[in-house]
């Protein structure tokens, strides 16, 4: 059985810092582009950042400088480390598993059309 399970959301102030883990399990890691999306209130999903199994990496505009992906792959872990969060970055955040994609696809998966898996969520809320 595939799973994929958030943790570390929660409430941050605006400048904050914040550490997304989602552990995987039930298929083959390495096999799939891991990504973090995520969807605000009245928003579309939206693709945050993605890995591939080389480590390379895709980052929406509005989160680059400020959130990294990484991954331990011996622990099928993926991470978002997210610093200076801003209110605008409050939003459920999901971890995806998706085949066959680069990290640059990967940013625009379509949960409905695009084989993958994907995770429950985990909120983030940042005031100011």
């Known amino acids: 059985q595939v799973q994929l399970v958030e943790s570390g959301g929660g409430s941050a102030q605006s400048g904050g810092s914040l550490r997304l883990s989602c552990a995987a399990s039930g298929y083959t890691y390495s096999s799939y582009c891991m990504g973090w999306f995520r969807q605000a209130p009245g928003k579309e999903r939206e693709g945050v950042a993605a890995?591939?199994?080389?480590?390379?990496?895709s980052y929406t505009d509005s989160v680059k400088g400020r959130f990294t992906i990484s991954q331990d792959s011996a622990k099928n872990t993926l991470y978002l480390q997210m610093n200076s969060l801003k209110p605008e970055d409050t939003a459920m955040y999901y971890c995806a598993a998706l085949w066959g994609m680069t990290t640059v696809q990967a940013l625009g998966a379509d949960p409905e059309a695009d084989f993958g898996y994907w995770g429950q969520g985990t909120q983030v809320t940042v005031s100011s």
């Open positions: 890995i591939d199994s080389d480590g390379n990496t």
